[in-house]
Every structure is written in C-alpha cells, then in structure tokens.
C-alpha cells in the first residue's frame, strides 16, 4: 500500500498485515508438523508395524485450522479467485467498487462465520468437546476457537480492503496485483 499514507492509517496497515503473516507462519509450521506426522506414522506402520494412534484424528482437524490460518492473509493479498469479464473492463474506481462489494460479501460471510460458530464454541468449552474413539481422543474445542476468531479476524481484514478499494483504488492493476511502489 502507499507510502504517503497518513501515520494511523499506515500504522493499521501494517498491523493487520504483520498478524496475517503470524497466522500464515503459525499454519506453514502446522502443515510441516503434520507432514512430519504422517511420515511417522507411515514409517511406524511399514518398518516397526505400530501405527501412531490419533494420526487420522489429528489430520482431520488440522485440515479446517490450517486452512483458516491461511485466509486473511490470502484477502489482504488478494490471492482469490476471480472472474475479470466485467472487471478488466471497468475504470480505476469502477474497480474499487467492485472490489469494495466483494470484500463487502466476503467481510459479512466471515463475521456470519464468527458470530454462527460462537454458540458451538462456547458449548465446546462447557464439555471440553473431543473427537475420536478408543485409544485417543483429540480435543476439538481449540479449532472451534480459532474457526470464531479467524471469522472474526478475517472480517476486519475486509473491512480494511473496503476502505482501501474506496479510497486508494488507484493502489492496484488490473490483475489485482500490488503496485510496485508498496
């Protein structure tokens, strides 16, 4: 984003895109964690025939958390999917109309998600919610946290966007891409 910004606007910027890349790095590590994880039990099965118990359990959960620990930043990047039939056609600030309502759609859809999954978290805390059978169970109340907070997270991005789609379209090519002057 621009440099000539005033100071609390640069400021927020840079704060919000800083934890972006927190949450990016949190999940890089957790993917590699359960990569790691998968070898070991791949091995354990092959060479000494004890799989790692809970390995399955572990994946499935990681899968949603990984996933929402990727998103804001993946937003504030503007690493999503588009069509550009209307688009590449459209002016400078017909662009960032466009891309305020999208961010607009997307900023509401995650706050439905943070506000929908609350009652589910809090439950999940009350009985210390678990998920397996048998040997281990793995504790799900951590990722319904992180689904709620991520929500929220995410909508606060997007309103960030909004404002930047609004007031610095200029910001950004026609490929969504950053200008070089960031």
């Given at each position: 984003?621009?440099?000539?910004?005033?100071?609390?606007?640069?400021?927020?910027?840079?704060?919000?895109?800083?934890?972006?890349?927190?949450?990016?790095?949190?999940?890089?590590?957790?993917?590699?964690?359960?990569?790691?994880?998968i070898l070991f039990d791949v091995v354990g099965r092959?060479?000494?025939?004890?799989?790692?118990?809970?390995?399955?359990?572990?994946?499935?959960?990681?899968?949603?958390?990984?996933?929402?620990?990727?998103?804001?930043?993946?937003?504030l990047n503007r690493s999503s999917l588009r069509t550009?039939?209307?688009?590449?056609?459209?002016?400078?600030?017909?662009?960032?109309i466009i891309d305020s309502v999208s961010y607009l759609?997307?900023?509401?859809?995650?706050?439905?998600?943070?506000?929908?999954?609350?009652?589910?978290?809090?439950?999940?805390?009350?009985?210390?919610?678990?998920?397996?059978?048998?040997?281990?169970?793995?504790?799900?109340?951590?990722?319904?946290?992180?689904?709620?907070?991520?929500?929220?997270?995410?909508?606060?991005?997007?309103?960030?966007?909004?404002?930047?789609?609004?007031?610095?379209?200029?910001?950004?090519?026609?490929?969504?891409?950053?200008?070089?002057?960031?």
């Amino acid at each position: 984003m621009s440099s000539d910004l005033p100071a609390w606007e640069d400021k927020t910027e840079k704060i919000v895109e800083s934890f972006a890349k927190v949450l990016n790095i949190i999940s890089a590590v957790w993917i590699f964690s359960v990569a790691a994880l998968i070898l070991f039990d791949v091995v354990g099965r092959e060479v000494f025939l004890t799989p790692f118990h809970g390995t399955n359990e572990i994946v499935s959960n990681s899968v949603l958390a990984i996933l929402m620990l990727q998103l804001p930043l993946t937003i504030l990047n503007r690493s999503s999917l588009r069509t550009t039939i209307i688009y590449g056609k459209a002016s400078t600030m017909g662009k960032g109309i466009i891309d305020s309502v999208s961010y607009l759609l997307a900023g509401l859809l995650f706050l439905a998600i943070g506000i929908g999954s609350w009652p589910n978290m809090i439950e999940a805390w009350a009985i210390l919610e678990q998920e397996g059978s048998g040997i281990v169970e793995i504790p799900v109340y951590p990722i319904r946290t992180l689904v709620v907070f991520v929500g929220f997270v995410g909508a606060v991005v997007c309103s960030l966007l909004i404002y930047h789609s609004l007031t610095r379209p200029e910001d950004f090519d026609q490929d969504g891409d950053v200008e070089a002057g960031e």
